[in-house]
Structure formats: C-alpha cells, structure tokens
C-alpha cells in the first residue's frame, strides 16, 4: 500500500503527532499487515514528533519511505538513532533534574 502523505494531509510541513495518527487510522483499519510505502512528495518538513508517532505506529511492518528531501531524511535518522540515556538509581535523575 503506498500513501500519498501531502494528499491526506494538505500541506509541505508536518509537526504534529495528531496529523500522524490522521495517517495511520485508515492504515490499520484497511490494511493492517500490508507492506506500507510512504511517498513523502511534497512534504518540505516532518517534525521530530510527527515522524516519531507516524513510524512507531508502523512499527514491524515492512515499511519503505520515497520522495523524503534531505531535510526529512535526517530527521527520520535523528528520530531513530539519537542515543539514549539510560538511568539505573533514583539518585542518577536528582542530579541531572534538579528541584
């Protein structure tokens, strides 16, 4: 299934989480395990957030991005690929989260 994302969405920049779930309702209620294409013509900006909640709710699915400018590119790798800080005792978050 390919998913024309500037049709469903009528605009160059995406930022919200809500304007992913707006692409992913239709997505899982008709085609829940299909392969899914997202053409990304159009599209001039895709915000951390927005990404974020569109890709996790795509999660597992076999999943290939077109037409994303470079601009989307990177940001779908920051997305996924920011390292992640890992905190084992109540005492590691008091001294980076002061009260």
Request: no cysteine; glycine share 6%.
């Given at each position: 299934m390919e998913i024309k994302i500037y049709k469903i969405v009528d605009t160059d920049t995406l930022r919200h989480?809500?304007?992913a779930q707006r692409i992913l309702q239709p997505i899982d209620e008709e085609y829940r395990?299909?392969?899914v294409t997202?053409?990304?013509s159009g599209i001039t900006f895709a915000s951390r957030p927005f990404l974020h909640e569109l890709l996790s709710?795509?999660?597992g699915r076999e999943?290939?991005?077109?037409n994303a400018n470079k601009n989307v590119e990177s940001m779908v790798r920051i997305?996924?690929?920011k390292p992640r800080l890992i905190l084992e005792t109540s005492d590691e978050i008091k001294t980076l989260v002061t009260i």
């Open positions: 989480r809500k304007t395990d299909a392969p997202l053409d990304f709710g795509l999660k999943l290939k991005i077109i997305t996924f690929n």
